[in-house]
């Protein structure tokens, strides 16, 4: 079975430096993945997806994420946080063979002006 | 284009009641998908269909969850005799592609179920 941990339930950023939302991995076989942002009140909004390639992956509103296999992670980062990030943000694992996501609890992300 | 639409956006059920929850997917999106979402917590799978095929429930929590899309577009989840631990935000997703597919699943607003 599969598996997704976010070890940080709140990562706290000055707006304008650089934030990591942690995130690490169990499956069997190669692992999907994905990032979801959910702001309040609305549906979570996909971010980016690594399939397989390029280990750094590129999405949406200047979010990266680096993909490493060793270590079981896929932690998000932006180089620059702006207030608007502040969000919930959410890891999500998909298994060859299977559509199911499954999510991690969520980190909050509170970015501070 | 319209994204996933789910209705009602809230439902207040008094325990033992039965409650139907609506989701319109993306047009054109052949794979459907329903998620439990509990207060503090990630969304959890219930159940995954392809067009009016339901391919996968094994995340359905008992048989008084009920899960169809007859046509392949519109589906409906249906939770019989409500407890309060059915509480929660119930989510929608589609995605484009049949099940060998890669793409990302677009989510709706959900649905929160109360069950006093």
């Known amino acids: 079975a599969q598996s997704v941990a976010q070890p940080e339930d709140q990562v706290n950023v000055a707006e304008g430096n650089p934030l990591t939302v942690k995130c690490t991995y169990s499956v069997s076989g190669n692992p999907y993945l994905f990032w979801y942002v959910q702001y309040p009140n609305r549906g979570l909004q996909f971010l980016l997806k690594y399939i397989t390639g390029d280990n750094l992956v590129k999405g949406s509103y200047g979010f990266e994420a680096e993909f490493n296999k060793s270590q079981t992670s896929f932690h998000l980062k932006k180089p620059s946080a702006l207030v608007s990030d502040s969000a919930l943000y959410f890891c999500?694992?998909?298994?060859?063979?299977?559509?199911?996501?499954?999510f991690g609890s969520g980190t909050r992300l509170q970015v501070q002006p | 284009g319209a994204g996933v639409s789910q209705s009602p956006r809230y439902k207040v059920a008094k325990r033992g009641q039965d409650v139907a929850l609506r989701c319109d997917p993306i047009s054109g999106h052949v794979s459907l998908f329903w998620y439990q979402q509990a207060l503090g917590q990630g969304p959890e799978f219930l159940t995954y269909f392809q067009n009016e095929a339901q391919l996968d429930k094994s995340g359905l929590p008992s048989d008084r969850f009920f899960a169809e899309r007859p046509e392949g577009s519109v589906s409906t989840l249906k939770i019989q005799r409500t407890q309060q631990e059915d509480s929660a935000v119930y989510l929608c997703?589609?995605?484009?592609?049949?099940?060998?597919?890669?793409?990302?699943?677009?989510f709706g607003p959900g649905t929160r179920l109360t069950v006093l």
């Open positions: 997703a589609s995605s484009l592609g049949n099940r060998g597919s890669y793409n990302e699943q677009f």
């Open positions: 999500a694992v998909r298994a060859a063979g299977r559509r199911a996501l499954t």
